[in-house]
DNA sequence: ACAACTTCTTAACCTAGATTAAGTGCTTGC
DNA sequence: GCAAGCACTTAATCTAGGTTAAGAAGTTGT
């Protein structure tokens, strides 16, 4: 239950009344693998931790083809940030993968966090920020990188999941079609 | 002067007091367009916010060619996130591409200023709420759009910019080289 | 225990976009 | 005013990665 407030505590340091009033304001949620929690077209109400499985957010676009956008394990934050904070609806699926327990956390509380306990607005800001540098070095390796090399980089920096996830959603995230994936893989495997 | 008082008020209002005390932490810098005001392996110490003129990010990879991060035109901030927040060598250049008056924040003031006004706080957090969705919309578009696509998106959301700055930079942005570009471009005028 | 589905692979063929190279106007500095 | 660079174009050729299709294993539900 306080993988939550451990994973907050490496960037603020929370009272014991602050940890208090902070897990008041959560939930805690049993998913099975395959449920979607969140479907395209939907306002996202929450910003979900993962305390045990996996999640993946993924858009779909008109030919009908998945994006994965993001992986989710213990002690990683997953939402739909456009749809949560301009709540309007959002075009991003969240999927379980693989049975998992989660932390919800509803916009509204989050906002009434900000103000009761500002150390929390500093927290978000700073996962945020991180955030934003991850996206914008996998928007750089997406312009330079060749697919080979953006699989390297996957595997040394997510080395769990590789084996925990089936590989057609690893392709998509790196953006390439499963087919070549494979064959890209049998190449590696050569050398 | 005060261009950067309004950009904030979009957000939060700072009283008279507040808006005294953050001007006296910023420095306002005039650049001659093709400055470099921040070099790859250089520790960026500073939030850019443009008053007038237009900058770039970018990065060199391996071949000698130019990645298009970010593009800052007036009331934009620009930076190079990664070095700021790590304190570490960052990869990024950041040049004038045509002269300029920018506002400097440094990173010590504006964390001091996030102790002394946390209205800031909350408006920086926000402001990276907001490029961290337009990365993530970036990203996906670069995953599932085609080049035509991503650039008819690129008018349609940069119209000012496409009179001002060299094709080539734009196609860098996109994820094109400037020969492809031409072609594209040339293809779509046909219509 | 079997049908239905999903994941992964292989292979032939295809195409968006890259590369190389050459040429045309421009600015821009001296 | 002219040489040296830029910025852009055009065109031929090439290739990383996509598409289509089919089959092999593994998984799931009943």
Redesign the pocket.
Known sequence: MDRILQNISRIVALTPQEQELFLSKIETRDYKAKTLILNAGEICQYSYFVNSGILRSFNIND?IVEHVLAFACHGWWISDMYSLLSQKPGNLFIEVLEDAEVVLLSKENQEQLYLEIPKLERFFRILTENSLVAHQERLMDNLSL???DRFEKFCSKYPTLIQKV???HIASYI?????????M??RLLKK
């Open positions: 030919n060749s697919a080979e089936p590989q057609k953006g390439v079609t499963p087919e070549f994936f494979s064959k893989k049998a």
